[in-house]
């Protein structure tokens, strides 16, 4: 009975990671397949299959090892897109499998501070919103910080996802100082014996240095309550951006040390594959990725689900 049930519990995840991917999976497979007819894996057809990879943001360098891989395995061999997409799935686990790493908290942490950045319309809200549902649904007590003051919709937006995971939310009038209200979060959450606290902040990237102070700021208010605080930084990147994502990410790791990545809009996204390239290049873990806008759309990143969804490869 319960195996049944987690198998459903999984297929159901499967099924909307693959929904999610398909616009990623079916510009890259499609692609793949439409070259590779009546092929033969020679220096031409590597290095068109090396252009569609990369076309597909999966990186120049990620691109290059796929294509030595086929090279050194099958060169001069008719090239069948099936062999060809699983030669891509393999290398993109091997890629991702050590960065496939689970949010986790560290009970010692009273509370648990997970600082939640990125630029307008990530979806920083959103996650917050979605971690604080899963953190409620295991049980811990949830306490959320409302650092965006720079917008009252902001607030709002949070607040609501606050009232659906019934948690409290902290917050003050728009315009106040985030890293007075994540003082007062902090101090209210240890009264209230909070587990984690989770603090949404803004992301005006057209005033670099306002952010950066604003959000170096909160870190030292927390700090001066626990001086390992943040225990996780967490970069929220819109996929559908594409490359984009690489200047956010270098930007972010000027301004904190990001300690993992949350991928959002996989569902809306034909550049899903630039995970592969953030990856390759940051070596940031993934905690885990959006995959809608629903509380329960946020998935713990597994780098075999993801691979073999974006290449449309079904066990
Ligand atoms: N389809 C989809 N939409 C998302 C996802 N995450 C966030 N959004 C939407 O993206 C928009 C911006 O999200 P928001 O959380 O406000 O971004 P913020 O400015 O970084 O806080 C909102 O309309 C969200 O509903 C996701 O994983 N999938
Ligand atoms: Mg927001």
Redesign the pocket.
């Known amino acids: 009975m319960n195996n049944n049930y987690d198998d459903n519990l999984q297929k159901g995840w499967l099924g909307k990671l693959e929904a999610g991917l398909t616009k990623s999976s079916l510009s890259l497979t499609n692609s793949l397949n439409e070259l590779l007819v009546k092929k033969k894996l020679d220096s031409q057809t590597l290095e068109e299959i090396e252009d569609v990879l990369i076309t597909a943001d999966l990186g120049v360098e990620t691109a290059r090892k796929i294509s030595k891989k086929l090279a050194s395995t099958r060169f001069g061999k008719d090239a069948n897109p099936t062999e060809v997409r699983r030669v891509v799935a393999d290398e993109i686990i091997k890629i991702l499998s050590p960065l496939a790493q689970p949010l986790s908290l560290n009970p010692a942490n009273r509370p648990h501070v997970m600082l939640v950045c ?1 630029v ?8 917050v919103g979605k971690l604080a549902h899963k953190f409620v649904d295991d049980g811990k007590h949830v306490m959320l910080a409302a650092g ?1 003051t720079f917008r009252a919709a ?1 607030t709002e ?1 949070l607040k609501i996802w606050g009232e659906r995971a019934a948690c409290s939310v902290i917050s003050k009038e728009t315009g106040s100082d985030p890293a007075g209200l994540v003082f007062e979060a902090f101090q209210q959450a240890r009264k209230d014996s909070t587990d984690v606290l989770l603090i ?1 902040t803004a ?1 005006r990237l057209q005033n670099n240095l306002e952010l950066m102070e604003e959000l170096q700021k909160i870190i030292r208010v927390v700090q001066r309550f626990d001086k390992t605080a943040p225990h996780s930084c967490l970069l ?1 990147l819109d996929a559908t951006v594409g490359q984009n994502a690489h200047s956010q990410v270098e930007i972010f790791l000027r301004m904190v040390n990001v300690t993992g990545l949350i991928l ?5 996204s034909a550049k899903g594959g630039v995970l592969v390239s953030l990856a390759q290049k940051n070596g940031l873990p993934v905690h885990a990725i ?4 629903q509380p329960d ?1 946020l998935q713990t990143f597994s780098a075999t689900d993801f691979a073999f969804s974006l290449l449309d490869i079904r066990t």
């Open positions: 990125g307008n319309g990530s979806g920083k809200t959103t996650t965006d902001a937006q949404d992301g929220v959002t809009k996989i569902d809306g959006g995959v809608g806008e759309d």
